[in-house]
């Protein structure tokens, strides 16, 4: 932080110090087949103890640093009680305070939602629940092995709407078994819900997980690659027609309900982050946290620290990460904002191969950004490793 000439204070750049924070609640009541994320299933008699770990670890910023927005992911965070969860926000609104306006998120599950809960969060300013849902049929939640039931999501949607402003749904599709009709019918459902924001994930058989494994053995058969894009396709057409924004690859929004938070990864801008398996970038430095609970509560209350993974990436190298990023978003990359942030000019840096895809009908070019066009949409993973591997 610097101050100018008349006492004015200026901040680092977004993108060298973080004005956003992600903290990490690993427990849950259940695992699912699919998820690859650090979780914590059947151990919470150490809640208690990970959240004093938590507190350490925050206090190691030496002074409150005050955030535009703030993440707790997970795990399911609302898998803790309305004690430890008025414990965590407290800690949380100590050193990551939040200014009037700014976005306060939380994960949850249908089945892990509770009115008391959500007053809990409503009085510390958290201002949008991300709700889990995954599904409103049967057997694809059976499927994906998730703990809810149908029945539990009017109630969890009405305890979110009754405390706070805005509600997102997460969806997945091309469960295994699932059809057209099936996502179809997942996305009007949401919508009944007037739901602020939906995401919509393809599912990925992670390696490592029960679901893989499944797949590996042959038990479950995965959706074909043509099923999966029509799926996409008409999470687009029948977002954007009830007035969704499609504002990055997977997630849309009602005019004024974007995840503030997430559009901060999406610039490829820094972030805090806290907790077991937690990510971080701050000026220029990524860094991971140990994945195992056990081992984060041991290091943190030992006073050593929890961080097992950095890197620091710079130059050209950092420049075509960002770009890789930023096209993720459906406004892409302005060619001004990313010279600022990178040093590089947008052009040069991919030379032809940028031009080849513009005139492969895949990227637009308007001269002051650049993005996908509705058919990059459907190959984006392809563009953005294209574009990483070669830049």
């Known amino acids: 932080m610097e101050r100018g000439t008349g006492g004015e204070v200026h901040l680092p750049p977004p993108w060298l110090s973080p004005r956003t924070a992600y903290v990490h609640v690993p427990f849950c009541a259940h695992h699912c087949g699919y998820c690859d994320f650090a979780v914590t299933v059947g151990q919470d008699h150490q809640i208690e103890l990970y959240l004093d770990a938590l507190a350490m670890e925050l206090a190691t910023l030496d002074t409150p640093q005050p955030m535009e927005t703030l993440f707790i992911g997970g795990g399911t965070p609302t898998h803790l009680s309305p004690a430890q969860l008025e414990r965590l926000l407290t ?122 494994k499944q797949r590996f053995r042959g038990e479950v058969n995965p959706v074909t690659e043509d099923d999966e894009l029509a799926m996409y ?38 972030y805090y982050g806290f907790g077991v398996g937690a990510a971080r970038y701050v000026h220029g430095a990524r860094e991971m946290n140990v994945r195992n609970t056990n081992d984060y ?58 031009a080849r895809l513009i005139s492969q009908g895949l990227l637009d070019d308007t001269g002051l950004s650049v993005g996908l066009t509705r058919r990059g949409k459907f190959v984006a993973d392809g563009i953005i490793e294209d574009l990483m591997r070669h830049g």
């Open 91 to 212: 800690t949380l609104c100590h050193w990551l305070p939040l200014p009037a306006g700014a976005e306060f998120s939380v994960e949850s599950t249908p089945e892990s939602i509770t009115d008391e809960k959500c007053r809990v969060m409503a009085a510390h300013g958290v201002s949008r629940v991300s709700v889990g849902v995954q599904s409103f049929r049967p057997h694809l939640l059976q499927a994906l092995d998730r703990l809810h039931r149908v029945e539990h999501i009017p109630r969890a949607a009405e305890a979110v709407r009754k405390h706070m402003p805005s509600l997102s749904f997460d969806l997945i599709f091309a469960a295994p078994g699932a059809t057209l009709a099936d996502w179809t019918a997942d996305l009007h459902d949401a919508l009944r819900y007037g739901t602020d924001h939906i995401s919509t994930y393809g599912l990925t058989y992670e390696k490592g997980t029960p679901l893989w």
């Open 233 to 270: 396709e008409t999470a687009i057409d029948t977002l954007t027609a009830a007035g969704f924004e499609h504002y990055e690859i997977s997630n849309f929004a009602r005019p004024g309900h974007r995840c503030r938070h997430n559009e901060r990864y999406w610039a490829n801008e820094a």
């Open 297 to 354: 509560i041991r290091r943190v209350l030992s006073g050593e620290s929890p961080t097992f993974q950095s890197e620091r990436i710079e130059g050209r190298e950092r420049a075509v990460e960002t770009a890789a990023i930023q096209l993720r978003r459906m406004e892409g990359i302005d060619k001004t904002r990313f010279r600022e942030q990178t040093g590089f000019d947008l052009d040069p840096l991919f030379g032809e191969r940028l």
